[in-house]
């Protein structure tokens, strides 16, 4: 399973929705239901227009299993460094427990 992170590439390069959109022939719609992890059985050819829009390789469109869990993993040691509070840590680990739960889907 992967956490796509387009909108954020997207938003990197002063792209808008819109824009990319229209240069991928995709309707802004159903680009927002892929930039919000919706939609789990998107194209490969969907993904390289994406990418090639983006001047990235598809594999650079997303987040693995390990990707999160080597940031669960910088978390907690960033939590020990620094002694976040704990209302900070709570939001830090939610967000990725929410993308971790994508896993199940």
């Known amino acids: 399973m992967f956490v796509f992170i387009i909108k954020e590439l997207r938003e990197e390069r002063g792209i808008t929705l819109k824009q990319l959109a229209k240069k991928i022939e995709l309707s802004k ?50 939590i020990d460094k620094c002694g976040l509070n704990s209302k900070e840590a709570k939001k830090i680990s939610e967000i990725l427990d929410m993308l971790q739960n ?4």
Do not use: C, P, V
Not at 54 to 75: A, H, P, V
Not at 102 to 105: D, G, L, S
């Open 29 to 78: 719609r159903h680009l927002i239901k892929i930039e919000r992890n919706e939609i789990h059985d998107i194209k490969l050819s969907t993904l390289y227009k994406i990418a090639h829009e983006l001047g990235i390789s598809i594999t650079n469109l997303y987040y693995t299993m390990e990707d999160q869990e080597k940031l669960r993993n910088e978390m907690y040691m960033y």
């Open 102 to 105: 994508f896993r199940n889907i």
